[in-house]
Nanobody, 125 residues
């Protein structure tokens, strides 16, 4: 069983930056594909970014490509999401997610087995 705990959300002005972090425990972290998703009220959880177990492969939603960077530290069992040039439309609850060693359909939230509790990111205009 893998436990995920996010941190780093908050309030930032448009154009600013935030870094989200997700700490994992309870599994062989380097074998898990990790993803970040976000959700606003009334909408489905949306894919933001994913990273392979080794960290060699990263994937992004078109809406964040060039602004967000996902990274991981397998020695520390953490995965980060660095968010730059934030826009009001980036406002959402951000969730860290994990799945065992499979990159297929990485953009689908229903393919992830483990989820954090979420952290709020609010971008003011």
């Amino acid at each position: 069983q893998v436990q995920l705990v996010e941190s780093g959300g908050g309030l930032v002005q448009a154009g600013g930056s935030l870094r989200l972090s997700c700490a994992a425990s309870g599994g062989t972290f380097s074998r898990y594909v990790m993803g970040w998703f976000r959700q606003v009220p009334g909408q489905e959880r949306a894919f933001v970014a994913a990273i392979s177990g080794s960290g060699d492969n990263t994937y992004y939603a078109e809406s964040v490509k060039g602004r967000f960077t996902i990274s991981r530290d397998n020695a520390k069992n953490t995965v980060d999401l660095r968010m730059n040039s934030l826009k009001p439309e980036d406002t959402a609850v951000y969730y860290c997610a994990g799945r065992w060693n499979n990159l297929n359909y990485y953009w689908r939230s229903d393919n992830y087995d483990y989820w954090g509790q979420g952290t709020q990111v609010t971008v003011s205009s």
